[in-house]
């Protein structure tokens, strides 16, 4: 079999669409598809929604690309690219997540700091039994950190660290999470978009893989009642112009050393909260998710090496100087989080926010802070049109495209629990 292209974006539910294109197109640099999928809901149907011109003849976008861009995938036969996407004038497309990225990262980029961006992705894997029902995988000796055997039976994170290696993603951790079957999967920093681009990409890719072995790995917020949530923790810092990492005020990190930087970051990131969760833990099973006490990012606070607060202060300095911002959950676009949490943190730079005292609570039995997330889909899609400020940010058209659909969505799973809610996500997130 000679090589094909596998030409992908993802897209605003967080779905990777594409088309498999022929050995002859590799040297291309775009193709076409219906700009009215940004109007199509994880149950396929099609939507008037905002931007995707259904009710105007679903005209076409162009996803284009560098061919630089295009890299080996883990099929041997299939070359992958991402793109960006454009409208049908040639102009950027106001929806797209990729280049909503783009627009935070020149930001920043305008005011001579460059955003590094890690990202930590959580999983669950889940198993059809005999009569078809996914049931959590088989995983009996799974504890927290752990490896081998006992952890993952069939071994398919082997093949996924393997084929993670042979393709050049930068793997910094596989292990077991708190629950079993749950795993977490890290790769390390680099500059915004490549590291979005590579996340998404492994994402697939470890999907795909771990599907040959009949396991669904799915990185919903919370696809197992009983046992914890998975996020999708954004750590992020900036060099400068000195190729110096900018969040960092000397060789020892933690709250005692935070420069200004880093405070207006956090101040951006407390301010915007409740309309962040909107975009960043975007689905009704993400409220499932989010809750006082659960290590998830609910409460509006910060503090240092506390896994209990949403916005965590590395305790390294120097180069490993960074924030990590837990609210996020996988079933976000990753672009779009990213762009999202960098867009927030800017604000509260510019925006000279007030920065409320550090969380002293141990975030089970106390908590100094007083405001949290919204509890539902519903309030989070309210919250974020509220906070109007961010949504100019991150981009007027993709955030009401956005609040929409996810208005749709409250509709569509309002009478759902149970696996009949993780089946309306499961098999795309």
């Not at 775009?30 to 099609?46: A, I, M, N, Q, W």
Request: net charge negative; aromatic share 8%.
């Amino acid at each position: 079999m000679k090589d094909r292209l596998r030409a992908l974006y993802c897209d605003h539910l967080s779905i990777m669409r594409g088309k498999m294109l022929p050995n002859h197109k590799i040297g291309d640099d775009s193709t076409r598809f219906c700009r009215s999928t940004f109007g199509v809901h994880y149950d396929r149907d099609l939507l008037n929604a905002p931007g995707a011109m259904t009710y105007q003849g679903l005209p076409d976008m162009e996803l284009k690309w560098r061919h630089d861009d295009i890299r080996q995938g883990w099929d041997p036969h299939t070359q992958i690219v991402l793109g960006d996407l454009y409208d049908d004038a040639g102009e950027p497309l106001s929806l797209c997540p990729r280049g909503a990225l783009k627009r935070a990262v020149a930001a920043w980029e305008a005011r001579g700091l460059t955003p590094k961006v890690g990202i930590e992705l959580e999983a669950f894997a889940l198993q059809a039994d005999e009569n078809g029902r996914l049931e959590p995988y088989d995983a009996p000796g799974g504890v927290v950190y752990g490896t081998g055997p006992f952890a993952d039976p069939l071994r398919f994170n082997d093949r996924i660290w393997e084929m993670a290696e042979d393709l050049g993603f930068s793997l910094d951790m596989i292990t077991a999470e708190y629950d079993t079957p749950q795993f977490e999967y890290t790769l390390t920093f680099d500059n915004a978009v490549k590291a979005v681009d590579d996340i998404v990409l492994f994402r697939l890719m470890a999907r795909e893989i771990a599907l040959e072995y009949g396991i669904i790995l799915t990185f919903m917020p919370k696809p197992i009642a009983g046992a914890g949530g998975s996020g999708m923790h954004i750590n992020f810092s900036f060099v400068d112009e000195t190729g110096g990492n900018a969040l960092s005020s000397g060789p020892k990190g933690g709250p005692d050393h935070m420069n200004d930087l880093a405070r207006g970051c956090l101040a951006g990131l407390l301010h915007h909260h409740k309309g962040l969760a909107g975009l960043i833990a975007p689905t009704a099973n993400s409220y499932m998710r989010l809750q006082p006490g659960s290590l998830s990012g609910f409460w509006r606070n910060w503090g240092g090496d506390h896994r209990n607060v949403t916005t965590r202060i590395s305790s390294e300095g120097g180069a490993k100087a960074r924030l990590e911002h837990r609210t996020a959950d996988a079933s976000a676009n990753p672009y779009t989080a990213v762009a999202a949490v960098l867009h927030a943190a800017r604000l509260g730079v510019e925006n000279d926010y007030d920065l409320p005292p550090i969380e002293t609570g141990d975030g089970f039995e106390k908590t100094d802070a007083k405001e949290g997330t919204a509890t539902d889909l519903k309030g989070a899609m309210n919250d974020l049109e509220q906070d109007t400020t961010l949504a100019e940010a991150v981009g007027a058209e993709l955030v009401a495209n956005h609040v929409f659909m996810k208005r749709k969505e409250v509709q569509k799973t309002r009478d759902l629990e149970g696996e009949a809610l993780r089946d309306f996500y499961v098999y795309f997130i």
